[in-house]
């Protein structure tokens, strides 16, 4: 799941200018921004429906599908195989390293060379792949009808749907270990003094509170995603960002939210050596009871289970505390989705290709084989989350916000966050350097669009 959740920087191209102007005023980052509760094909791009996938098979149609390395799985596999069967259309998965994905992508993509289809972010970070420019329309399509709300806007760009996404939403918070919590008679917080009270608790019967591996800067930057206190407590904020109409220095709740991120960590609620934990020891070490929280995502307790730890239902979860409103879910968006490339010769295969994933039986097959996945982002299948995501849902009244990154334009910006609250944490820059930092970076990119 790591690499689901890292953020990547990207260059603003000049010819963004337009989708960037109309993505201030459209509905699509109004929804981001509020919660989630609410080739030459011819005439193959028209938007049109296709086939079904019981006509005529075609022997002589390859489907090339590139990714990032991890997110072609098993599943994905075994129903490519089974779709050839049915329709004689091959699937050519081509995986690439993750640091080289994005560049290789968009590089064959403007020269003419790109995939049939390509796998991309979903919701505000589709601006990296320019859709408008390299993806079909898929308004039309039959199963556009079966996303619920959220997964339709994260689906799409300049109000149309560009993307097949299947992959589900999940959530930015604390997860805790109910055993270490009832041994020391501890409660879910309220607010971060609370959770500073179970943290001194904890130090106090020598289990180190949170496992926060601070040596990845992709995970610093992370920290800083469910910091959606900047709007649930100063509504309009993600707004007046996208307007370029405001900084984060300016927001008090931005600055909130760093300078408790730091004070957990100054007062050892991470650990004396967290500078130096990577994310790969984190399972160990809250697999033993060493550590009693984490920050992250939802599955995350399937590998501490099977690392020999608690079972996975003995983990539950309350919002990130730095931001002191922990009445609001940070959630990230619907992950990775699937676009058809508008030079693509096989438009109408890739099409059918779509279709067949999204009927009944083949979705349930998909998320049978995704346990990582907690909810379908398409009607006809169910999903099988873990605990600790529909006790929290049910904690917060499903009141949600998506997580910075999907809310904000250009919130990672040229990709120094992560190493910037690093530099705090080492005393090298304040919080409100680090959001200074953030603006100046970002300002930028707004530049780049005039």
Known sequence: MKSIHKRGTFEVKKNLRTTFSKALTG??????????LTGCGESSNTGTSTSNVSDAKKTDVTLSVMASAGWIRDVDKKLAEKFKEQTGIKIDFQENPGDQFENVLMTRLATGEGPDIFMAESGLSLLKVQPNKYAVDLSNESWVSKYPDYAKVQASYDNKVVGFTTWGRDFSAMLYNTEIFEKYDLKEPTSYEEFKQVSEKLLENGITPVYFPGKEEWYNAQAFDAAVNIESKATGSYEKLNNNTMKYAESEEALKYLRNLKDSADNGYFGENFLSDTYDQGIAGLASGKYAMWQGWSTYVNDIEAAGGPSADKFLAFPAPYGDDLKTLAMNGTGMTHL???????????????????????????????????????????????????????????????????????????????????????????????????????????????
Do not use: C, W
């Open 27 to 36: 509905v699509m980052l109004t929804s981001l921004g509020l919660s989630l």
């Open 340 to 450: 058809i490339n508008k030079d693509s010769k096989n438009i109408d295969a890739a099409k059918q290709y779509f279709e067949f994933l999204a009927e009944p039986e083949n979705l349930q097959e998909y998320y049978d084989g995704r346990p990582d996945l907690l909810e379908p982002t398409l009607e006809g299948a169910t999903a099988n989350p873990p605990t600790n995501y529909t006790h929290v849902l049910k904690t917060v009244n499903d009141k949600t916000l998506l997580t910075l990154p999907q809310s904000i334009l250009y919130n990672g910006a040229d990709g120094s966050l992560g190493k910037n609250v690093q530099s705090m944490f080492f005393n090298m820059m304040t919080p409100e350097q680090v959001l200074q930092s953030l603006d100046a970076a970002r300002a930028k990119m707004f530049d780049a669009t005039k």
